[in-house]
Each structure stands twice: as C-alpha cells, then as structure tokens.
C-alpha cells in the first residue's frame, strides 16, 4: 500500500519554490494516499546549531501546511525531533553507507565548500538521517523538488544494501516483503522509495538569477516570494522580476536559453496547474508588459489566502503545539514497529 513522506526543514522563509516543487504536491496527494509530513528540524541543525527562534521556524513551516490545505486529522503531521526513531535509525544507516556516497552529494559540496574538513559530521551524514525519516515509516513515495533527486538516490542504495547485507535474517524472521528492483523480484524489509518529482515547477529559479534556484538563503529578498508576503509585495516583485526583452514564443522549444522566461512560465503553469505548453498557447506572442500582470494577478489569488491564513494559525501557538505533539505520538507508534523489528533483524537486544 502506498504511503507518502516528506519534509521541510524550518530555516528561513518559505518560498514560491517550497510551496510550487513540494508543498502544493503534499496537499494533491492527500486525497488518495496516507501521508506523513514531517518539519525536520534536527536537519536543520546542519545549518544552524544555535538557533534563537527555531521553535518559531517549526511552527511557522507548520502553518503552512495546514494554510495550504493538509488535513492534520486524516494524515500526520509533526516535527522530527518528537520522535527518537528517526535519529537511531539514521545511526544505523551511518553504519550501512559509506564515506564515498556521503562525499559525493552535490549539497554537501556546496554547503561545505572549500573547507571541508571544518564541515560538521552531521552535514555529511545529512543524508542518512534524511533516509532514516523516509524508511523509519518504510514509506514507498517521496513528492520534493528537483534538487533532492539525489538524496533520494542514496536513500535507495541504502535501503538496498540493507535488504542485501541482512537478506538472510529478513527472509529467517519472515518480516520481508516481496518488492521489484529493476526486473528482479526480491524479498526486502526497506521499499525502494519512488521520488515524486516533476511537473512545471519542479526546479524554481530565482526572480533576479535565472541560473540560480530560488533559496531561501539568497541574500536578496526580490530574488524570491516568501509564503508570508502580501499581495503588495508579490505583485511589485513579479514585475521587477528579470525578463529579456523578446515577446513569449508560442512554443516550450523557444523557451530554450531563456531562463527567466523559462521560469515565469513554469511559474504559471505551476500556479494555474496547467503545463508550460498550455500557458504558451495562451500568452504566446505577447510582451512580458502583459504576462507579469496577469502572473502577478494569479499569484496574488493563490498565495495572499495562503499568507493570510498562515498568520491566523500563528497567532494560537498553542494548536499548533497540539497538532505536532499529537502527530508525534501517531508517528511515533509507527516508527517504533519498524525499529523493533530493525532491532531484531541486526541482533540488537531489547525488548
Ligand atoms: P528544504 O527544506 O530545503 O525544501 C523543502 C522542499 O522544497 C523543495 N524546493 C524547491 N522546489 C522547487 N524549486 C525550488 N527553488 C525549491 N527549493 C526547495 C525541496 O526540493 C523540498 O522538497 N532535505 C530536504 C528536507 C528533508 C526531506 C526528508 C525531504 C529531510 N528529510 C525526507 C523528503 C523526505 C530539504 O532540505 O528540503
């Protein structure tokens, strides 16, 4: 049965790159699906150890997703540090991955930089404890924008080299379950986990850089929308955003070497729910004096309800705390279950 996982890390704002590459895919595949969604803020202690508000960033992320539609009655909703699982799990899967997978994540690179050696352990070791929250729930689907695509990766190959290296004592404990890797069938504990990435608005780039991804951490703040601007705000910075100075082609091949438009494009679509294909058929052979309104209009009508409805659940913590605490205690009933049995499959002793 499929089951969804994925999370947000609480450092910064969150962005139009958040909600149009991950948060609006949480909200779609609730309707079909069990979903667990997590704010992970032991991840984000690899940017930030000593972190004033950090309780505040993990609410806020919080109450976006329940401003964004995810109903935290029918599905699970909690912050990472509630439940123990994820870190003992994420020890274990230190010990299945090697340095070498580790050493080569592009994040890493670019968050360590050029001193490597001064990066903490836990910014190498980021990913593992990133698989230990997707497979703690044996979860089979992941939805995140492009730029995880490789932790995902390496969550496969750890969930598969631990099939491998315990096949024997999963098959003798019984508690594998028959899965497909590639064209053969094999009996393992963890899934190999199906990223959901894809779609117009997988990959938002920033509004003043059309090289650049669109981050929570670019200094200018015109270079993203942030999930609490006002209508104000989002409007004057869709019109500041950097164009060049053709016309929009009718077709998606003429957005090629045009990565603002490229972006704008991929932005409506994501906005409209519609493909970049459609959105030229509309605006194809119009100047950007005519897109940026109407973009600016769209945005306006699907994020201002958002921003405003965030700020009218962070005015009562005290439910917010409720929801986390009591999506703790559901994920944690269901971390537990796979821990014991990842205890009895390594020989660990315990009751
Ligand atoms: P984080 O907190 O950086 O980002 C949250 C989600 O937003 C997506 N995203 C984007 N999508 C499109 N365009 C952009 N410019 C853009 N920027 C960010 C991210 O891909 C992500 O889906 N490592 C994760 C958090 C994490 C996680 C997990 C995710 C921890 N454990 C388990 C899934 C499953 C991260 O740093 O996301």
Redesign the pocket.
Known sequence: KPLV?????P?GNLHL??Y???IKKFVALQDTNDCIYCV?DL?SLTAQLVHQDLGEQTRSITAAFLASGIDPKKHIVFNQARVMQHAELAWIFNCVARIGWMNRMTQFKDKAGKDRENASLGLLAYPSL?AA??LVYRATH?P?????KQ?LELTRDIAQKFNNDFSARIAELGVGVEMKVGEETVNGFFPITEPVIGGP????MSLRDGSK???KSDPSDLSRINLTDDADTISKKIKKAKTDPDALPGEVEGLEGRPEAENLVGIYAGLADMSKEAVLSEFGGQQFSVFKPALADLAVEKMAPVAGEMRRLMADPAYIDSVLRDGGNRARVIAEGTMKKVREIIGLLGD
């Open positions: 996982f994925s999370g947000v890390q450092t790159g958040n149009l590459g991950a992970v991840h990133m929250d997707i992941v995140v924008g492009e730029d995880q932790h608005a997988a990959r938002i991804k669109m981050s």
